[in-house]
Nanobody
Framework: QVQLVESGGGLVQPGGSLRLSCAAS????????MGWYRQAPGKQRELVAT???????NYADSVKGRCTISRDNAKNTVYLQMNSLKPEDTAVYYC?????????WGQGTQVTVSS
């Protein structure tokens, strides 16, 4: 089993920045894809960004140019740097880790963009 703990969410004004972190622990052999999804009230969970163990990244069109995903494989940690935040970025952000075809999710961290 893999446990994921997110941190870094909060309230930020439009145009501001936040950095989310997600640390994986437990019975880890080798995490393949790690990433971030988000879910706004009344909407389905959607992809924000993913990164493979080799560093290949994928971003949702809505965050391209504003967000950067990175990871520290030695620490089994993934980060999401979010800049130029907009009110529509408001959501619960969930961390994802994939190992041997199994997906593991964090408990989520709230990001609220409001003036």
């Amino acid at each position: 089993q893999v446990q994921l703990v997110e941190s870094g969410g909060g309230l930020v004004q439009p145009g501001g920045s936040l950095r989310l972190s997600c640390a994986a622990s437990g019975s880890i052999f080798r995490l393949n894809v790690m990433g971030w999804y988000r879910q706004a009230p009344g909407k389905q969970r959607e992809l924000v960004a993913t990164i493979t163990s080799g560093g290949t990244t994928n971003y949702a069109d809505s965050v391209k140019g504003r967000c950067t995903i990175s990871r520290d494989n030695a620490k089994n940690t993934v980060y999401l740097q979010m800049n130029s935040l907009k009110p529509e970025d408001t959501a619960v952000y969930y961390c994802l880790a994939n190992e041997w075809g199994n997906n593991y999710w964090g408990q989520g961290t709230q990001v609220t963009v409001s003036s």
